[in-house]
C-alpha cells in the first residue's frame, strides 16, 4: 500500500465559505436506484466549491494554502485576492505559498497564472482550460494532466491532449500555465480492499465467475472461455473496441488527429 505525499500542504481547516456537505447518494438516481453499480459507502467527504473560472481580470491574487481534496486527484490552493475575497483554485505543479497569480489576457507567463490561449508561447504546457468562452475551465483538470500548445492559427489554438489527441480550442478562450498538481496520483497503491471500501468503491464479481442468468460469461462445468464471439457488458451490449462516439457530435469538426490506439 502507498499514499501521495502530503508534506507540501498546508495544516489548515477548509475554508468554510467554499464548503458544504454532500448527501450520500452515490450511484443511484433521483428515485433511489442504482444507476453505476460498484459505488456506495465510503467516508464522509466536504465538497470544496472549486473556481474553475477565476473570472477576478487584473486583480493580483496570492497563494495563502495548498489544500488537499478528498473529491478531487489533483491539490488545491486557497487564493486571497487584494479585495479580500478568497476562493479556491487547482493547484499547478510547483506553485508554493506566498505566490503571486493573476488573471488577464495578457500577463507573464508564471505558473498559475490564467490568460487567451493565443497569448501563449508554442510549446508551453496548460490546464484547466475553456472549451466555451465565459463557461470555465471544462478539460486538463485531473492530477499531473497538462496540455502543450501546438500552433496558433485562424481564431483557434491547435492544443496536444494527454490521450495524444490534437483539437483545435478558440484562441480567445482562457488557460492556465502549468501542469495539474500531484502528478503520483497514478502511482499509488491501494493495497487493501478495506481502503477501497474507504473511497467508496464496491466489490467487482467477475462475469464468469456467475451464473448464466446474471452474466453472458456464467456458467460452465470449471473454468470456462467466454462462450461469445465479442466481448459483451452483463446486459448483452458488445463493448470492448466498439467505437462509441457520437458520429454528429458539434466537436468532431475541431479534431485534428484522433488518440492513439492503447496497444
Not at 27 to 46: A, C, D, P
Not at 51 to 67: C, H, N, T, Y
Not at 131 to 158: C, D, F, M, W
Amino acid at each position: 500500500m502507498s499514499v501521495v505525499d502530503h508534506s507540501v500542504l498546508s495544516k489548515v481547516r477548509p475554508l468554510k465559505s467554499a464548503t458544504k456537505s454532500l448527501k450520500k447518494n452515490r450511484g443511484r438516481n433521483s428515485q433511489g436506484r442504482i444507476t453505476m453499480r460498484h459505488k456506495g459507502g465510503g467516508v464522509r467527504k466536504l465538497y470544496r466549491e472549486v473556481d474553475f473560472k477565476q473570472s477576478k481580470l487584473d486583480i493580483p491574487g496570492r497563494v495563502e494554502a495548498l489544500e488537499y481534496d478528498p473529491i478531487r486527484t489533483a491539490f488545491i490552493m486557497r487564493v486571497v485576492y487584494k479585495d479580500g475575497d478568497r476562493f479556491y483554485h487547482l493547484a499547478p505543479k510547483s506553485i508554493k505559498i506566498g505566490d503571486e497569480i493573476i488573471t488577464a489576457p495578457k500577463t507573464s507567463l508564471t505558473v498559475g497564472n490564467r490568460m487567451s490561449l493565443k497569448n501563449i508561447p508554442i510549446g508551453y504546457g496548460v490546464h484547466n482550460v475553456e472549451i466555451n468562452p465565459g463557461k470555465g475551465g471544462q478539460i486538463i483538470r485531473s492530477a499531473g494532466s497538462e496540455a502543450q500548445v501546438l500552433a496558433h492559427e485562424s481564431g483557434y489554438t491547435h492544443l496536444k491532449m494527454p490521450s495524444g489527441e490534437i483539437r483545435k480550442i478558440l484562441w480567445d478562450n482562457f488557460a492556465s500555465v502549468g501542469q495539474v498538481s500531484n502528478p503520483n496520483h497514478n502511482l499509488v497503491t491501494i493495497g487493501k480492499a478495506g481502503r477501497s471500501r474507504l473511497m467508496g468503491i464496491r466489490p467487482t464479481v467477475r462475469g464468469t465467475a456467475m451464473n448464466p442468468v446474471d452474466h453472458p460469461y456464467g456458467g460452465g462445468e470449471g473454468r470456462q472461455p467466454r462462450g461469445t464471439k465479442r466481448p459483451k457488458t452483463r446486459w448483452g451490449k458488445v463493448t470492448g473496441g466498439r467505437k462509441t462516439r457520437n458520429k454528429k457530435k458539434w466537436s468532431n469538426n475541431l479534431i485534428i488527429l484522433k488518440k492513439s490506439k492503447k496497444r
